[in-house]
Antibody, heavy 119, light 110 residues
Framework: QVQLVQSGAEVKRPGSSVKVSCKASGGTFSNFGISWVRQAPGQGLEWMGGIVPIFGPAGYARKFHGRVTITADESTNIAYMELTSLRSEDTAVYYC????????????WGQGTLVAVSS | QSVLTQPPSASGTPGQRVTISCSGGSSNIGSNTVTWYKQVPGTAPKLLIYSSDQRPSGVPDRFSGSKSGTSGSLAISGLQSEDEAKYYCAAWDDSLSGVVFGGGTKLTVL
């Protein structure tokens, strides 16, 4: 059974950056890839981008282009999502999930990481 | 404003059948399959239906999905109290080169 375990909650200042990790166990994401999805308080789901390591570089939603970087370390089975130039509107729960990129379902999800941006 | 359109709410009584719609366009549902997720407040979403009409193992056959043209649909038969949750549809969008979601439908079991 695949499990995705994410890093803990973060409180950040506006203008700073955050890097959230997602460790996979019980399987790899090399072939399926990893997507990052965020959910602002009381809002819906928003896909930020994803990566399939065997296919190459990550792809990003246009809204986040230039601010988000998704990477994956196949040797440790850990994926990362870094978001820069944080603003209050980035306050959300960030989820990693296996799959998604290029159309596959998001079949396993991490527990979510709350990132709060506040001065 | 979500790319895929879902009704904000739906409801039914125990044992009833409810349907949730998801409307998109030619670049998403019209050319790709529909996925459905269930989210209980405070928890991560869970995969419910993939490839428009396939259920992952462990999902009861009370849940079924379909797709026609640029719309998808989730049906829940034999409604139970534990079905109360928010349901999201999603699809790959060829124009945006990304996953797009519906705004979610809150299902209330009366």
């Amino acid at each position: 059974q695949v499990q995705l375990v994410q890093s803990g909650a973060e409180v950040k200042r506006p203008g700073s950056s955050v890097k959230v990790s997602c460790k996979a166990s019980g399987g790899t994401f090399s072939n399926f890839g990893i997507s990052w999805v965020r959910q602002a308080p009381g809002q819906g789901l928003e896909w930020m981008g994803g990566i399939v390591p065997i296919f190459g570089p990550a792809g990003y939603a246009r809204k986040f282009h230039g601010r988000v970087t998704i990477t994956a370390d196949e040797s440790t089975n850990i994926a990362y999502m870094e978001l820069t130039s944080l603003r209050s509107e980035d306050t959300a729960v960030y989820y990693c999930a296996r799959g998604g990129f290029s159309g596959g379902p998001l079949d396993y999800w991490g527990q979510g990481t709350l990132v709060a941006v506040s001065s | 404003q979500s790319v895929l359109t879902q009704p904000p709410s739906a409801s039914g009584t125990p044992g009833q059948r409810v349907t949730i719609s998801c409307s998109g366009g030619s670049s998403n549902i019209g050319s790709n399959t529909v996925t459905w997720y269930k989210q209980v407040p405070g928890t991560a979403p869970k995969l419910l239906i993939y490839s428009s009409d396939q259920r992952p193992s462990g999902v009861p056959d009370r849940f079924s999905g379909s797709k026609s043209g640029t719309s998808g649909s989730l049906a829940i038969s034999g409604l139970q109290s534990e079905d109360e949750a928010k349901y999201y549809c999603a699809a790959w969008d060829d124009s945006l080169s990304g996953v797009v979601f519906g705004g979610g439908t809150k299902l209330t079991v009366l």
